[in-house]
Structures are given as C-alpha cells and as structure tokens.
C-alpha cells in the first residue's frame, strides 16, 4: 500500500512539473509610463507545440497558432504589441493598473508554462527637502540635519568643534507609505539625503559648512578674545616680574659693592 502511494506520489509530480514547467517567476519593475518587452524565445518553445499564449493574470492577451499570424485577443491597455518576427510583446505606456504575472505558456498539446514575469508597476519617487538645525553649547555646537518626504522624516544629529563635525547618531532609513526607501547620513563634509524605489532614485546633498555659521562666527569670536585676554594677562604678568627683579637687582648692588670694599 505504501508503496502504491509513493508511486501516485511521484505521478503527480511528474504531472505538476508538465503542467507549470520549470521557468521561475521574474521580478520585473517598471516607471510608470514606460513600455515593457516580454521576451519568449524560439527555443523556449517546445518543438511540438501548436497553439501558445501570452495572458496577463487569467486574461489571454496574445495568442499565437503554427503557421499563423499573431492574434492580439485582449487588448485593454491599448498598446500591446508583438514584436516582429518573435514570440515576444512589447507593453507600452503601463500604469498601475497593469501589475501583476504575466505569463506565456503552451495550451496545445499539451498545458506548458514557458515563462512568468512578476511586473510591478511604480510613480518615481518625490523631491526631498534637507533642513538644518542649530544649537549651541559651552565647547561646541549641535547640528540636526532632517530629510523629509510627502508623509516621512528622519534626522541625524552632529556635534560640531572649530573644525569638524561628528555624527552622534548611526544613518538612518526609514519605508514610505508608498513602499520607497528614505536615508539620510553623513558623508565626509556634507550630509546625504537619497529617497528612492526600484525605478528611480532622487538625492540632496548638502555642505554642513553653509550651516550654522552664525554660531561658528560667534564662538570663532569668543575663542579669539579669550585667547586675546589670556595673551594680555600674560603679558601683564611678565612685564611685573620683569620690573620686581629689576627692582631687586637694584637693591642688592651697593651691597655687594660695601662687602668688597670696606672702609
């Protein structure tokens, strides 16, 4: 008994991968409102075979017979093509709408899948808008850096000194509602604000030096008179003791002259 069962097991494998083929599904991604190739080629095609399709999900779109020419059966997007001499279609102007599994597969005679493609269908991404923020502090100041979209932000933060910046915080990534991907960091003296999908990317970058100068200005400023102060003070310092040696110098000098010549 067990061993009919393994064999019926293995019947209906052997059926299933008849049926399905072997092809696996290719992810393709395209801008909204481009075109789209489908490629099937001539040795895709099983020598036998005498009726074939493309279908879009359960729709037939083009249908081909040996001997015959190419019988576009469904054309709802209004511009589906096939390319000459080939068993390939060309998809123009997709929208939305037109995501989903395309797929070319013999029905005569026997059911073949040849080829699947998974399209997705996507808007290019919207402008980034990449704001600053200052503040500061005794020794330094902080910088925030923000990247927004049409419904996400994320910012990093950086500790600035006289000359340099360092980023406090990892970069950071966040999803869209709409499914882009949005990222912002540092990268060397400026920061990056990249917002993009499969079909398109947009990028701000931006030198953190045009930022915050007004309190760079300030503490370059306070720096200065502090330094100008101490500099004073010293030489305030040495020029007292140069007179109070001068001074004892002076004292001690007929001193020495009476001990080496008494009267």
């Known amino acids: 008994m067990a061993q009919i069962l393994t064999l019926l097991f293995h019947l209906f494998l052997i059926y299933t991968l008849q049926i399905q083929g072997s092809s696996a599904v290719t992810d393709v991604f395209v801008k909204t409102g481009d075109d789209l190739i489908l490629n099937l080629t001539e040795a895709e095609i099983p020598p036998n075979s005498r009726f074939w399709l493309w279908q879009f999900k359960d729709d037939p779109l083009v249908e081909f017979s040996l ?32 995501s989903g599994i395309y797929t070319a597969k013999v029905v005569s005679p026997k059911e ?24 500061s502090s005794s020794s330094s100041y902080n910088l925030t850096a923000t990247c927004r979209t049409d419904d996400v932000s994320i910012s990093i933060s950086l500790r600035c000194d006289y000359l340099t910046c360092n980023q406090e915080e990892a970069e950071r990534r966040s999803v869209t509602k ?31 030096e045009t930022h915050c100068t007004e309190l760079a200005k300030k503490r370059n400023i306070t720096i200065i008179n502090i330094t100008r102060i101490i500099l004073a003070a010293l030489l305030v310092v040495v020029f007292i003791l140069t007179v109070v040696i001068r001074k004892c110098k002076r004292k001690t000098k007929p001193e020495e002259m009476m001990y080496e010549f008494p009267e």
């Open 178 to 208: 709409s499914g882009s991907s949005l990222h912002i960091y540092k990268l060397r003296e400026s920061v990056v604000c990249s917002h993009s999908n499969q079909v398109s990317k947009v990028e701000s970058k931006v030198k953190i």
């Open 67 to 98: 001997g015959s020419q190419p019988n576009i059966v469904n054309n709802h997007f209004g511009k589906v093509e096939v390319i000459e001499k080939s068993h390939s279609v060309k998809l123009k102007d997709l929208q939305k709408s037109h």
């Open 112 to 135: 073949q899948i040849l080829a699947q493609y998974n399209v997705t269908v996507q808007d290019p991404v919207s402008p980034v808008d990449l704001t600053f923020t200052c503040s």
